[in-house]
């Protein structure tokens, strides 16, 4: 059976990052630990290939779409562009679109079939049937500026568990640069030994998590820990969406999969 990575940016991240020191995290202050989880992203294009796919929670397929993502966060003003397909059969494209940070503040445009350009859509909008956002695919609040730690007695008083894949997290707290709609701030976990983004909650009015997206298997490829599955659930919904990607190409890197740890 085919084997299939995560998620198109998350996995780009593991190719660009290795294992680090016993706590990666250790000394920073919360922006410079979301930098480090940025900079674990390769320093070159790369694009990302696999499936979109739409699930009932008991595990019944809704919706299966395959995409392309291509990435480029090396510049100063980083992109994003995917194309979302009908089917595996049927490729023609479904939906594609463009997302761009420019002077520090993103932008998402869909691109229509004959070209035009429909700028300033809501980072919020879910991605075809499924409940992943462009704010996940893109990864866009590694970028923002504001940022704080949740400390114990918060995570106490929250109720927020700090373990995520078995693994010890720091749970840091971003606010977006300009209003979103339906999302007032990203809750994330950090791994302590890898410096990896481990799960990202969107919290809604009020501070309620209104969606999770995480990892749900760690594998090894390369001498870095590779997220093999990742996927998004909102709350409330009796469905759940997963991201798999089937190969991550640059210049210098390509991969089609890998052992499990």
Same mark, same amino acid.
């Given at each position: ?79 994003? /562009? ?47 049937? $499924?409940?992943?956002? %462009? ?22 008083? /929250? ?10 997290? &720091? ?17 994330? %976990? #950090? ?33 870095? %820990? ?13 469905? &759940? ?5 089937? $190969? #991550?190409?640059?210049?210098?890197? $390509? ?7």
């Amino acid at each position: 059976m085919k084997r299939r990575f995560f998620l198109a940016a998350m996995a780009a991240l593991c190719v660009g990052g290795s294992v680090l020191a016993e706590d990666a995290t250790e000394g920073l202050t919360p922006q410079q630990i979301l930098i480090q989880a940025r900079e674990m992203f390769p320093k070159e294009n790369f694009t990302v290939t696999g499936e979109l796919i739409t699930a009932k929670a008991r595990g019944l397929e809704e919706t299966e779409r395959p995409y392309r993502l291509e990435l480029n966060w090396a510049g100063k003003e980083p992109v994003a /562009k995917c194309v979302l397909m009908f089917s595996e059969e049927n490729r023609a494209e479904l939906l594609k679109a463009e997302m761009r940070r420019v002077g520090g503040k993103p932008s998402l445009t869909l691109i229509q079939d004959d070209g035009t350009r429909v700028e300033g859509v809501n980072l919020n909008t879910p991605i075809g049937e $499924s409940d992943l956002t %462009w704010v996940d695919l893109t990864f866009d609040y590694l970028w923002w500026p504001t940022v704080r730690l949740l400390d114990a007695a918060e995570l106490e008083a /929250k109720d927020i568990p700090t373990r995520r894949s078995s693994r010890e997290c &720091v749970v840091l707290e971003a606010e977006p640069p300009t209003p979103v709609q339906g999302l007032t701030a990203v809750r994330l %976990w #950090v791994d302590k030994g890898t410096g990896l983004l481990m799960q990202t909650e969107q919290l809604g009015p009020g501070g309620k998590t209104a969606r999770q997206m995480y990892v749900q298997r760690l594998g090894r490829e390369n001498e870095r %820990w590779v997220p093999r599955e990742f996927r998004v659930r909102r709350l409330g919904f009796d469905r &759940v969406t997963k991201l798999t990607v089937e $190969s #991550v190409r640059s210049d210098s890197f $390509s991969t089609e999969g890998g052992n499990d740890a």
